[in-house]
């Protein structure tokens, strides 16, 4: 993949996009007293965020973060969708608003997400990561700390998109991996170091300008032999620099020889020394002489002495860098591991060391790190002894110490070992592993934690194919997406995301012993990896191709029964690691048991809302004199199906207008739903009066017994006059448009609600519509939403209906429909009944 950052069509834009960034991120988060900031740029398909800049942390803790799906449910991806800055001070609160952000970093942590614009568009999203142990601060202190920094990047990316020489405009985009920017430290006292030249044939010695000031002679008193620099140097330290010579003839080399100098830059008179160090490579002439040394004299009094201060101590000392490889180990650290320092250097720890290659281990030096908190905890070595870690972080790696300790007693391992499964700070007790352990990687087991919690709450297949889009595409870097599914022996395709269009058209309806991978994958029920179209075309002689360089077959299987197929497409050679393997397996099994699971949903969905529907009037009768459109939405999926239910009856006297609810969402309510449809049906057609209708429709269901209860509004309309009688029943009240467009609620008299006493009257309300009038009856899912009261539901719809034309009850049954729409945490059916009269 290449950088598209503010690219025009292709060449890289000048200067790059870290550096127009980089000043503005190190500003923010120390503007906001954070640890670690990360920069986020919209993709180039505009599906993904990706990670463009990271400084404080380290790029490999975040790997799975680094592209995330726009439309996921994390912080950033919303803050970019709601162009507004998000404040999450610490875990509690992002477990509440993000539970798959937390799933995937279970640590103690705030962050804070700013929107990144050019050009007055959002382009991507600014987080700066903050110790959730430092004094709170609330949102608009969070809003005001970024704005500085807000500001310059977005001057800073205006003067990148119209390009330095004003040739074209650029695009804020980005596709390539994260840049790591370190953040500035304190600044500490130079090393000084000196150059020598080392005569071993005459003993006379060479220095530079620098190493005379660390021998403290002054050029013009220096006679250039090896007896004035002796002088310099402490008594008991002569050995030291004498056995240098006998280190290069016999080795060539001199490695970290230590010995004192006369300092006489201390005052008081007393004799002071300073510690320095000498390395050194010899130099022959093919002469047959001893050779000369070349030789650096090192200023030893800040850092060596440090180490020699750690060496002495009990304690096994060691240190990280922000990567988590070690750096640094003293011999206690050495012995108390059983690993040597040159095994470790440079290395993991838990990689090198046996007993510490399991992924928990990993994970306590994640959690400091993104913490910035001390983290502590014990481990028991293979032979029974235990050993206690302590882990003080920093932007820029952590310092680790090590010792023996006694074993935690039995409760206190038991709660230990219990709590070693959530990395907070604090101790936890871990004891090895009885056998070998695969040194599982964190990305790939937050791929399947997170694909495992956004299948949770995937309903239908549609739902589990859209949630396994966003997920796989950006976690992997892939750029197609295609899943499958059987059926009756062959394969039928369900999503398909990054296609060319048409290109998959061949390979509908395959058959299971057609030649493809896909076909193959699922009947053997391996997954097959393609890293290049030269493997896939020896595979698959004469297979279409299209665009991509390396592919996965993934087979869908769920409890044994095959379910499909999934295939990713990569548009660039792509080496698939045994961690990518496996977790892209892993990751297919979850999506197959969601696929089978959402199958199921839907065929029950699509048998209760066949029900549903065959109880409701299938088109409405033609009316002289007026214009009827009756809308229903569901509420709710599966088989909670709704009550609601509308009706056009003719009778002797014109015709009825009849809505109405069922209380609950079930089988046995859309049974009661059409019991009462029926009974009020053939008591209107019956010519009875509209108190009547409902009155028998009440004891009816009282004799039902069949604990539900049931809202109703009836309304019997003379079409030649106008002329009505309404009745209602604990239903909500009608909505009457007047020709001048005015609208407003009717004023009836209502009775209580159907079900609920067998003996109640219900009045009777008489109203005169005139021409050019629209009578709308509904549910109460068209105005009520949680959190607000009925009145505001039903003030939104009269507004509605008196702004929208009402030339065709069709478009204006639509228009009210569409405002309950756009609440989709709306849980109630919709039924409407509209009726215009001419």
Request: with cysteine.
């Amino acid at each position: 993949m290449d950088e598209a950052a503010a690219v025009p069509d292709g060449p890289r834009a000048p200067g790059g996009i870290e550096d127009a960034l980089t000043a503005p991120l190190i500003a923010a988060v120390r503007d906001l007293g954070g640890y670690g900031g990360l920069v986020y740029l919209r993709s180039r398909d505009r599906r993904s965020l990706v990670l463009a800049l990271v400084t404080g942390v380290p790029r490999s803790l975040l790997r799975a973060w680094w592209r995330v799906p726009m439309s996921g449910a994390l912080p950033m991806a919303e803050a970019y969708r709601r162009d507004e800055t998000l404040w999450l001070p610490d875990e509690r609160v992002a477990m509440v608003r993000f539970p798959h952000f937390t799933a995937g970093l279970p640590y103690s942590f705030g962050s804070a997400h700013q929107p990144v614009r050019a050009d007055g568009e959002a382009v991507g999203v600014l987080v700066v990561l903050r110790s959730a142990a430092r004094s709170p601060m609330d949102l608009d202190a969070v809003e005001v700390a970024l704005r500085p920094a807000e500001r310059d990047m977005e001057e800073r990316l205006g003067r990148l998109t119209t390009g330095r020489s004003g040739s074209g405009a650029y695009r804020v985009e980005y596709d390539d991996e994260p840049v790591s920017v370190r953040l500035p430290t304190a600044a500490v006292r130079p090393v000084r170091v000196g150059l020598l030249d080392w005569d071993l044939d005459s003993d006379r010695c060479t220095p530079d300008d620098e190493a005379l000031a660390l021998l403290g002679i002054a050029g013009a008193d220096f006679d250039g032999t090896m007896a004035a620099v002796e002088a310099r140097v402490s008594p008991d330290d002569l050995h030291e620099l004498r056995a240098s010579r006998q280190d290069a003839l016999t080795h060539g080399r001199v490695r970290s020889r230590h010995f004192r100098v006369r300092d006489e830059s201390v005052g008081g008179g007393e004799i002071s020394y300073r510690p320095v160090e000498l390395w050194g490579h010899l130099v022959r002439d093919g002469t047959g002489s001893a050779g000369i040394l070349v030789g650096a004299l090192v200023d030893a009094a800040g850092g060596l002495t440090a180490a020699e201060a750690a060496e002495r101590l009990p304690d096994g000392l060691f240190s990280l860098d922000q990567d988590g490889r070690l750096t640094y180990a003293n011999r206690r650290c050495e012995e108390l591991l059983g690993a040597g320092r040159e095994e470790l250097l440079g290395r993991y720890p838990w990689e090198v060391i046996t007993w510490l290659r399991d992924p928990s281990y990993e994970d306590r030096y994640r959690a400091a790190m993104l913490s910035q908190e001390q983290v502590s905890f014990l481990v028991r070595q293979p032979t029974g002894s235990w050993l206690s870690f302590v882990l003080y972080p920093d932007v820029h790696g952590l310092t680790g110490r090590v010792h023996p300790t006694v074993p935690p007693t039995g409760g206190e391992a038991a709660r230990e070992a219990g709590s070693s499964g959530g990395p907070v700070p604090g101790a936890a007790a871990v004891a090895p592993p009885s056998g070998p352990v695969a040194g599982a990687r964190a990305g790939a087991l937050y791929h399947v934690v997170q694909m495992a919690s956004v299948l949770t709450e995937a309903v239908t297949v549609q739902d589990v194919c859209r949630a396994v889009s966003e997920q796989l595409l950006p976690a992997f870097g892939a750029r197609e997406l295609a899943l499958y599914t059987v059926r009756e022996g062959r394969m039928y395709l369900q999503w398909e995301s990054g296609y060319p269009e048409g290109f998959l058209t061949q390979f509908e309806g395959v058959a299971l012993d057609t030649q493809l991978p896909g076909v193959h994958a699922l009947t053997t029920r391996l997954p097959l990896f393609f890293e290049s179209p030269e493997d896939l075309s020896i595979a698959y002689p004469g297979i279409a191709l299209d665009r991509m360089h390396a592919w996965s077959f993934l087979p869908l299987i769920a409890s044994g029964h095959p379910v499909g197929s999934c295939i990713l497409g990569w548009d660039a050679p792509h080496r698939f690691t045994p961690d990518e393997r496996s977790a892209l397996t892993a990751l297919s099994g979850l999506a197959a048991q969601a696929m089978e699971r959402a199958r199921l949903y839907d065929s029950e969905s699509a048998v209760a809302r066949g029900l549903q529907e065959g109880l409701l009037p299938h088109r409405l009768p033609a009316v002289e004199g007026l214009r009827t459109a009756g809308r229903y939405l569901p509420g709710t999926q599966g088989m909670a199906i709704g009550g609601d239910w509308y009706d056009v009856i003719t009778t002797g006297r014109g015709v009825a207008l009849v809505i109405g609810d069922v209380e609950g969402h079930s089988v046995g309510a859309a049974a009661v739903m059409g019991q009462l449809r029926s009974a009020v049906h053939a008591f209107a057609a019956s010519e009875r009066p509209p108190q009547e209708v409902i009155t028998h429709t009440n004891r009816l269901l009282a004799e039902l017994e069949s604990d539900a209860f049931a809202t109703c509004c009836y309304i019997e309309l003379d079409p030649r006059t106008g002329r009505a009688l309404a009745v209602r029943a604990g239903h909500p009240p009608p909505l009457l448009r007047h020709p001048d467009g005015h609208a407003e609620p009717l004023d009836l008299v209502g009775g209580v609600m159907l079900g609920v006493q067998p003996d109640s009257v219900y009045p009777v309300t008489a109203l005169t519509l005139a021409p050019g009038s629209v009578l709308a009856l509904y549910t109460d899912g068209l105005v009520e939403q949680p959190g607000s009261d009925i009145e505001t539901g039903i003030e939104e719809v009269r507004r509605a209906l008196a702004d929208t034309p009402a030339d065709s009850v069709e478009h204006l049954a639509d228009r009210l429909v569409r405002t309950a729409r756009r609440a989709p945490e709306r849980p109630d059916d919709v039924a409407l009944l509209l009726t215009a009269y001419r």
